[in-house]
């Protein structure tokens, strides 16, 4: 069965610093991998997707992933956090190539401090 | 156009009340779901159907009843309904190559 573990239910960042959010996935066949975030009272919006590409993923908003089969990973990134970045951020697995259930992390709140 | 619409957007009932969800996507999507995600924010998958046909029933009560009509339909109805079905509902489609595409939620408030 497919599971995601994100590390860090709250991460807290300054404004201008780095925002990593870590995701680490179990999966018996090559995953397919997502991150969405969802702001307060809103529905999930796709930040970027990794499909067996590239390994290095960018998405919207500046935001990017790196897959690292070696290491089960797929943590998000972005150089410079703004204000508007806060929000709940989720991973996501599926084996599938489109007609499978996503399967989520239990979700990382990140707060930006002015 | 909205890709995957669901109405309501919010749901206020009370106890042992009948309600229904409905879920439309124009994406041309073979695959709908229905997600819970409950008050710590935790999104799990309670049932996919592909081309109208239940595919997955993870372990939902019976009370709650998914019906596709068509493969642009998946509406969710709730029997009897309890605190504990208080909760935000999201459907979803996907396609293959085309990936996934999320409704905005119905908030449902059980009092």
């Known amino acids: 069965a497919q599971s995601v573990t994100q590390l860090g239910s709250h991460v807290s960042v300054s404004e201008g610093a780095l925002v990593l959010l870590r995701c680490n996935y179990s999966s018996s066949v090559p995953p397919y991998l997502f991150w969405y975030v969802q702001y307060p009272n809103q529905g999930l919006q796709l930040l970027l997707k990794y499909t067996s590409a590239a390994t290095l993923v960018k998405g919207i908003n500046g935001f990017e992933a790196e897959f690292k089969k070696s290491e089960t990973s797929f943590h998000l990134t972005k150089p410079s956090a703004h204000m508007s970045d806060a929000a709940e951020y989720f991973c996501a697995v599926t084996e599938g190539a489109g007609n499978t259930p996503l399967v989520f992390g239990k979700g990382t709140r990140l707060s930006v401090i002015a | 156009d909205t890709a995957v619409s669901q109405t309501p957007k919010y749901l206020v009932t009370q106890m042992g009340n009948d309600k229904s969800i409905k879920c439309e996507q124009n994406?041309?999507?073979?695959?709908m779901y229905w997600y819970k995600q409950d008050s710590k924010k935790f999104l799990k998958i309670m049932f996919s159907?592909?081309?109208?046909?239940?595919?997955i029933n993870e372990t939902v009560p019976n009370r709650f009843s998914p019906k596709s009509p068509d493969k642009a339909h998946l509406n969710l109805h709730i029997n009897s309904l309890e605190l504990g079905d208080s909760a935000v509902y999201f459907c979803?489609?996907?396609?293959?190559?085309?990936?996934?595409?999320f409704g905005s939620g119905t908030r449902l408030t059980v009092v």
């Open positions: 159907y592909n081309n109208k046909e239940l595919i």
């Open positions: 994406l041309g999507h073979d695959t």
């Open positions: 979803a489609s996907s396609q293959a190559r085309r990936g996934y595409t």
